[in-house]
C-alpha cells in the first residue's frame, strides 16, 4: 500500500527540541521531492519545508528558517523534520506529503499526504 | 499568513452546485498552476485538482476547478453529503524566491 506515516510527535516545553520521522511505503521514496505541512489547532495550513528527492536542495519558510532542519534518509525510505527553539505557535499537526515531482518547485504539488502526528508545545 | 483568500463558508443543498472562489495575485495564480485540496473532518488533506482543472484518478467529475486571471475557483456539483468539508487552494509564488502558498480554507456544509 502507497503511504507515508508520521511519529514523533508530543508535548515538549517552549524551547525545547524534537524529531518528527515519515515512513514512506509502496513507492520509490528516492524519487520524490517531500514535504512538512502543518496545521494550528482549528486553523488553515501553513507550509513548512521541503527537500529535494537527493536531499541537495531545501526549503523552510521563515516562521521555522534556523529552527527546523528537514532531511532525509533514501536508504530508510524515511523523511525527517528537526525542530528546535519551539515556540507556542509551533503547536500544530505536522503532516508530510509526498511531491509529484522529483524537484520541489513551481512544477510539484502535493498528491499523497500522511495523517499526520500532533506537536504541543506548553508548560 | 495566507495569501489567497477564500470565503470562510459556503452551503448547499443535496444535488446543488456550490462554488469556491479563490483569489491571489500575478505572482501566484496569476502565474502558476492552482490546486485543491479537500480536507474531510478529523482527516489530513486529499488533492482534489491539480494544475487548474485535473483531477486525479478516483475524484468524481462532480468536482471540476478552473482559473482566470488572478483567480480561481472550485466547483461542486451534485452536492453530496460526503462533501462537507474544509477545501483549500493552493499555488507556487514566484515572490522571494518562491515557495508555496495556500488559501485560508472554505468550510462547505451540506444543508
Known amino acids: 500500500e502507497v503511504q507515508l506515516v508520521e511519529s514523533g510527535g508530543g508535548l515538549v516545553q517552549p524551547g525545547g527540541s524534537l524529531r518528527l520521522s515519515c515512513a514512506a511505503s509502496g513507492f520509490t521514496f528516492s524519487s520524490y521531492a517531500m514535504h512538512w505541512v502543518r496545521q494550528a489547532p482549528g486553523k488553515g495550513l501553513e507550509y513548512v519545508s521541503a527537500i529535494s528527492s537527493n536531499g541537495g536542495s531545501t526549503y523552510y519558510a521563515n516562521s521555522v528558517k534556523g529552527r527546523f532542519t528537514i532531511s532525509r534518509d533514501n536508504s530508510k525510505n524515511t523523511l525527517y523534520l528537526q525542530m528546535g527553539s519551539l515556540r507556542a505557535e509551533d503547536m500544530a499537526v505536522y503532516y508530510c506529503?509526498?511531491?509529484?515531482?522529483?524537484?520541489?518547485?513551481?512544477?510539484?504539488?502535493?498528491?499523497?499526504w500522511g495523517r499526520g502526528t500532533l506537536v504541543t508545545v506548553s508548560s | 499568513q495566507s495569501v489567497l483568500t477564500q470565503p470562510p463558508s459556503a452551503s448547499g443543498t443535496p444535488g446543488q452546485r456550490v462554488t469556491i472562489s479563490c483569489s491571489g495575485s500575478?505572482?501566484?495564480?496569476?502565474?502558476?498552476?492552482v490546486y485543491w485540496y479537500q480536507q474531510l473532518p478529523g482527516t489530513a488533506p486529499k488533492l482534489l485538482i491539480y494544475r487548474n482543472n485535473q483531477r486525479p484518478s478516483g475524484v468524481p467529475d462532480r468536482f471540476s476547478g478552473s482559473k482566470s486571471g488572478t483567480s480561481a475557483s472550485l466547483a461542486i456539483s451534485g452536492l453530496r453529503s460526503e462533501d462537507e468539508a474544509d477545501y483549500y487552494c493552493?499555488?507556487?509564488?514566484?515572490?522571494?524566491?518562491?515557495?508555496?502558498?495556500f488559501g485560508t480554507g472554505t468550510k462547505v456544509t451540506v444543508l
Open positions: 506529503a509526498r511531491d509529484y515531482d522529483p524537484n520541489w518547485g513551481v512544477y510539484g504539488y502535493f498528491d499523497l
Open positions: 493552493a499555488a507556487w509564488d514566484d515572490s522571494l524566491s518562491g515557495h508555496y502558498v
Open positions: 500575478s505572482s501566484n495564480i496569476g502565474s502558476n498552476y
